[in-house]
């Protein structure tokens, strides 16, 4: 069994920050990609940023130079420092690790954690 907890989430003014974070336990081998997407009312759940188990990042567009994905594979944990907030940030943000249990790769998804930015 896998579980992903989300923490981190909250009421921010814009231009704040965030630090979210998404530990990953139980029964696997191997922590692959980890990401952070984001989803609004009504509209599908869009990538925010990625990293890969040697460290390569990626980030959509609409985040580059504010937000930073990093991760700690001794804690099995991925974060997302989130700086330079905007209102359009608002959304619920899941965690998506992809991992190796006993017989199968496969992703996972963290439970959400809201972030409001206030204007």
């Known amino acids: 069994q896998v579980q992903l907890v989300e923490s981190g989430g909250g009421l921010v003014q814009a231009g704040g920050s965030l630090r979210l974070s998404c530990a990953a336990s139980?029964?696997?081998?191997?922590?692959?990609?980890m990401a952070w997407y984001r989803q609004t009312p009504g509209k599908q759940r869009d990538l925010v940023a990625s990293i890969s188990s040697s460290g390569i990042t990626n980030y959509v567009d609409s985040v580059k130079g504010r937000f930073t994905i990093s991760r700690d594979n001794a804690k099995n944990t991925v974060y997302l420092q989130m700086s330079s907030l905007k209102p359009e940030d608002t959304a619920v943000y899941y965690c998506n690790v992809d991992l190796r249990t006993l017989g199968t790769t496969r992703a996972y998804w963290g439970q959400g954690t809201q972030v409001t930015v206030s204007s």
């Open positions: 139980g029964r696997f081998f191997r922590i692959n990609v």
